[in-house]
């Protein structure tokens, strides 16, 4: 049935702080930065009125972040401790990157919540460690050895 993944979407509070984020922090290329509202979107939302800032970011392997910013139906941020990765639900956003260290370190230095150093996994596989973006989400930073 599926051909392939499309993207995932992030909502965001502050589209300013997460793009700076996801474009200058992450290095992903912007693809589309667009507004959207009519029957469409608000037929997709089932609301009414929507406004909504999309921007979409694109990796080197092609792969998608959709951030979208709704101005008329904004909400909150998720609690990051209520937003743990043993919860249920859809907990993290996995990257493979070059280095683990320098990405620690690229992080942290941005002010992300680190959740810890980079470990290697039992097997020798990768190095891994877990992170939060600017809205509380949990990303897996991941060197495969």
Known sequence: MILETRHVGINVADMDRSLHFWRDVMGLQVEVD???EGDYIDTLQNLSGVKVHMVKLCAPDGSLIELLEDVTH?????DPQRNRLCDCGIRHI?????DARHAYQTLAGAGCEILGEPITSPD???KVFFARD???N???IVEVL
């Open 34 to 36: 667009m507004w959207e």
């Open 138 to 140: 949990l990303l897996e």
């Open 124 to 126: 020798n596989y990768a």
């Open 74 to 78: 904004p909400t909150a941020p998720p």
């Open 134 to 136: 600017p809205e509380g």
């Open 94 to 98: 996995s990257f493979t990157v070059a």
